[in-house]
């Protein structure tokens, strides 16, 4: 689940509830299966969505928490990898395909539609791909950074497209495992991540036998820290805006 001001959204099913914390109520999103929540909006009145449409077009929508009025922003490659707004509401910024089984990061602009690859890993060995390419994203608060994973390392480069940096590289020879979520604090000063144990590679959340350990770690280096114990079967997690929960 993933809370911002008043309201909530809730996984736990295909289709995502909005929740008033304060009254109850709850708003039933009409969305399809294929759709995939991503992010509430900058100002609290939308959500980011990633998917296929009815009509099995794929996209990137918004949809309006009050109207449940679903708007196309883009049409990316593929239709399941992770997106996330700037700060300022006027970027997405995104992973997609670029060919065959190789991924890049883009942005796209809300005012030109511009798309734009800023980062891409087609050009490292094609073998190792799915290891080296990125899984999840977020966007630092000031807007000027972007932290991403892949199934070995935890990376931050800047929006502007710069080379990234390795902030964090699983230790050889352990099995790959997967990175769950990624998340900044609220001052800006660390990430928090998941990393998936006992997890050979191809298993998933829905493993009984998996577990994952979040993690902290200063942007500006140093060594990470627990976060509690292991969670069994962790999917996602999100922070509270404040940043204590």
């Known amino acids: 689940q993933s809370i911002r001001g008043p309201l909530i959204h809730v996984y736990s099913s295909p289709v995502p509830i909005v ?19 991503h992010d509430w909006s900058p100002d609290d009145n939308a959500f980011l969505l990633r998917g296929q449409d009815a009509k099995g077009q794929r996209g990137v929508y918004r949809l309006d928490v009050e109207s449940d009025h679903l708007s196309l922003l883009f049409r990316p ?18 992973i997609d395909g670029i060919r065959n089984s190789a991924f ?47 199934q070995k390392e935890l990376r931050l480069m ?18 790959i495992p ?18 998936g144990e ?3 590679e191809g298993a998933d959340a829905s493993d009984p036998h998996r577990s994952t350990q979040l993690w902290i770690i200063d942007v500006d280096g140093g060594q990470r ?15 509270h805006p404040v940043g204590n929960k």
């Open 104 to 150: 890049g990061i883009f942005s796209w602009t809300k005012a030109t539609g511009e798309k734009r690859l800023l980062c891409n890993f087609w050009k490292e060995d094609e073998a190792d791909i799915k290891s080296k390419g990125p899984q999840s994203l977020a966007v630092s608060p000031d807007g000027k950074q972007i932290a991403f994973s892949t």
């Open 225 to 239: 820290r627990p976060l509690g114990p292991p969670i069994s079967r962790l999917s996602n997690f999100s922070l």
């Open 158 to 175: 800047a929006t502007s497209g710069d080379e990234s940096r390795v902030l964090f590289r699983v230790a050889e020879p352990l099995e």
């Open 198 to 200: 006992n997890a050979s």
């Open 77 to 94: 490659n593929f239709r399941r990898q992770d997106a996330a707004w700037s700060p300022d509401g006027n970027s997405v910024f995104y």
């Open 19 to 37: 929740r008033d914390i304060q009254t109850g109520h709850e708003l039933v999103m009409p969305l399809n299966e294929r759709l995939r929540l």
């Open 178 to 195: 997967s990175m769950v979520g990624i998340a900044w604090t609220a001052d800006g000063q660390s990430l928090i991540y998941g990393e």
